[in-house]
Every structure is written in C-alpha cells, then in structure tokens.
C-alpha cells in the first residue's frame, strides 16, 4: 500500500471559472494535505450538513475528519472516501450521543409523518450510497453523474464520452449492480433504505 504523501505540492490556485485545483502532475503522485482541504472542504461540508443539519457541527466534524487524517501519516490509500466515511462515522456518532440537538424539520403531524429511527436510516443509506461513489473510479462516476444527474439519454452519453452506446448501456448495468450489492452487504435493501 502506498502511503499518502503529505509534502507540499504545488497547486495553481482555483480560477473564477473553473473553481478547481489542479492535481499534481506526476501519476501516483498523491496531493498533499492543503490541496486535499481545498478540493474537498465544501462537499465534505454539505454532506455533513446533510448528516447533522447543524453547521457549526458540521464545520467541527468536517475539521476532525481532516485533523484525523493528517493524524494518519500517510497511511490512507484513497483520502477522499476515507475523508468522506470518517465524516458520517462522526456524524451517526454525533447523532446518537446527542440526540436531542437534532433539528427535525417543521412538518404537520399526520400518519403518514417519517419517524425519526426512518428518517436516519434513510440518511444513513443516502450516506452509504455516497461513499460508495465516492470510492468508485472517476469515469464510473462520470457515468453514473450524467445518467442519473444530468438526465442524459445513452446516445448522449455516448457522443459524451466516446463509448459506444451498447457500451454506455452494458456499464452502466454491472454498476448498479455491484452498487447494490455493495449497500446489500452494508444492510441497506429496498427504495425505502
């Protein structure tokens, strides 16, 4: 296993534009801890939100997961999924030893109203779904963002991408397959979570 490189890299700061950081240039080479913050800080940030819908305990948890990993020496293989499970361990950790701090939406009371342990298992599989995308590689992603984000059909994807439209079709199949295989095992089954 290689360790993560925690030396300084050098990064061209994000244009107007684009609002990305630019990776470091030799292959293998992993980006350093400024550079990891950088690019990853607001989604990690949105995402706890998500978890904890406080921002000041998001922000907190955000800084832990970080804090955490630079406490790793180097020892993480893919820093962004690891960043991303540290921050919902931190966050369903937060949530059950504080329990009342949660803020729960302002809805009617009616039967059909989501009970809270559903309304966190739902979360949680929303969570784990996450993660799992965040582990796939870039292209599978790219994949999956432009079906199910953008909405785009497989010829469109495929004009995209330059596979073929079959191709487009076939990966897209075994991808959500081992997805949900992947939340089988984690112990999320069905629509509902």
Known sequence: MEPLV?????TTPPSPASGTVTAPSAPG??????????????????YALGLVRRRSVA???VQEAFLRLHGMG??????????YRTVRNLGLNHLRDHPREAELPA?????????????????????????LLAELPAEDR????LKYLDGLRYEEISKQTGLSVGNVGYRLHHLLKALAGSLRRAGIEGSQG
């Open 74 to 83: 180097g020892e993480v293989q893919n820093p962004r999924a690891w960043l």
């Open 142 to 145: 790219e994949l999956i963002r």
């Open 6 to 10: 925690f030396a300084r890299v050098q």
């Open 29 to 46: 080479e992993r980006p350093s801890l400024a550079a990891l913050f950088t690019a990853e800080e607001s989604g990690l940030l949105r």
């Open 107 to 131: 809805e009617p009371a009616t039967p059909e109203a989501t009970l809270p342990a559903e309304k966190l298992g739902r979360e949680e599989a929303v969570g784990t779904v996450r993660l």
């Open 59 to 61: 922000e907190e948890l």
